[in-house]
């Protein structure tokens, strides 16, 4: 298994962080004029459900906030993926703006907004991996 592969979940789905405060999906916007890591993450998701693994959002997302050039994607694919990044379970999509994310048996993914049915569907199923995002303050 590649260091890429490594990145990836297959039938797993990743519930909503336990203190989230969000009631319904959100949809990231920018701050202060530039896109942020949540707002590159839901558009290359949600522009395409079940097309990306996990490992090509985070390398994409890196790309897109860094404003690296193609050029230098071959390069910059290498380094990233020679050191552990944090997965979907900690980012902001999962942890404030109330989507879970869904992985197929192919690991790709797609979001799941939280006030839907869909939503819970996958949240009940024992047959798919059940995870929770990365809580944003420690439990006490």
């Known amino acids: 298994m590649s260091k890429k592969e490594k990145h990836n979940y297959y039938e797993t789905f990743i519930r909503v962080a336990e203190d989230s405060s969000a009631e319904t999906a959100q949809i990231p916007q920018p701050f202060r004029g530039k896109k942020t890591v949540a707002q590159i993450q839901y ?80 949240a009940n199923n024992p047959d798919i991996k059940q995870l929770n995002a990365m809580r944003s303050k420690r439990k006490k």
Request: hydrophobic letters at 40%.
């Open 43 to 122: 558009e290359l998701i949600a522009d395409n459900p079940y097309q990306m693994k996990q490992a090509d959002i985070l390398f994409e997302t890196f790309m897109r906030h860094k404003n690296i050039s193609e050029a230098e994607r071959t390069e910059q694919e290498m380094q990233f993926f020679s050191k552990e990044h944090a997965c979907l379970r900690a980012s902001p999509l999962t942890k404030q703006y109330g989507w879970g994310a869904h992985f197929d048996e192919e690991g790709r993914v797609a979001l799941v907004a939280v006030d839907s049915a869909e939503y819970q569907t996958f």
